[in-house]
């Protein structure tokens, strides 16, 4: 059964790396919340290494020009994976074709500039539906307005065409303040719904575990912690990739589990995850 805790520090000192889930366990989209980056400067001045590691559909240097904005300190962390980063390298590398269709807002532009590695490969070239190889999707056009299926019959028309979707984001929902707006995943989610083919590169998927072992440089023998608060991405990235994990419960899951955010219902948790199908190691309403 998953263990309730109060705070990493409990169990800290068995673990030598954390992979964090940035939206929803360290920032709300808005603010960074202090206990969260409190429990990360704990963590790392007892000699732990922390990966911030998100689904956001931008490279890792675009979000951390964010952290002055939310409150997020740089001795807090010690790399940032980005889905962004994983997708982007399979894009360059002609997953989806050199013409594509972006599905997407203006501020995931930095998406099509290619990285370092990259920098003499083809150009991507963005062009419309009827005309392009492929698809890219980092999240819908109005993410605050649309839903998945506002796309039903432009998705139809990829469908027919054989067009693949590179899914820059496998989340399917965020927290904006007290805002839920769509993610990428949705809208992949909804094409393959509809009989299209989506590839991901983000939590739960491989290519960004891979990518932040690479980057940390870590030893076989680390001993990795994920905590998030997506039941579907974090944690069944956790399971998959056979990693202890901590669900953090006052985030997307938050109005299942009991009217105290800060301290999840056990009862009420043990019911949830059954049904999810999915055992986190641990659980905590918030991090701190």
Partial sequence: MTRIIQSLSEISTDYDVLFCDLWGCVHNGIRAYPSAVQALQAFRRGGGQVCLMTNAPRP???????????????????????????????????????????????????????PAQWADAQPIERVSLEDA??????????????????????????????????????????????????????????????????????????PIYDLARRLLNLREAARVLVIGDGIRTDIAGAVGERLDSIFITGGLAAEELGEDVENPDQALLTDWLSNAQLTPTFAMGRLR
Avoid at 163 to 185: S, T
């Fill in 133 to 206: 190889e492929g698809i890219v999707c980092t999240g819908p056009f109005d993410e605050e307005n649309e839903t998945p299926e506002d796309y039903r019959g432009q998705f139809m028309l990829a469908r027919e065409k054989g067009l693949k979707l590179l899914c820059a984001n496998p989340d399917i929902v965020v927290d904006l303040g007290d805002r839920r707006i769509y993610c990428a995943g949705a809208l992949a989610e909804f094409y393959q719904q509809l009989g299209g083919e989506s590839l991901y590169f983000g939590k739960p998927h491989p």
């Fill in 60 to 114: 890792a240097a675009q979000v951390e020009a964010s952290f002055d904005r939310l409150g997020i300190p740089a001795d807090a962390w010690d790399e940032i994976v980005t889905s962004g980063d994983a997708a982007q390298d399979a894009l360059f590398a002609g997953a989806v074709g050199r013409r594509v269709w972006h599905i997407g807002p203006e501020k995931d532009d930095a998406f099509f500039d290619p």
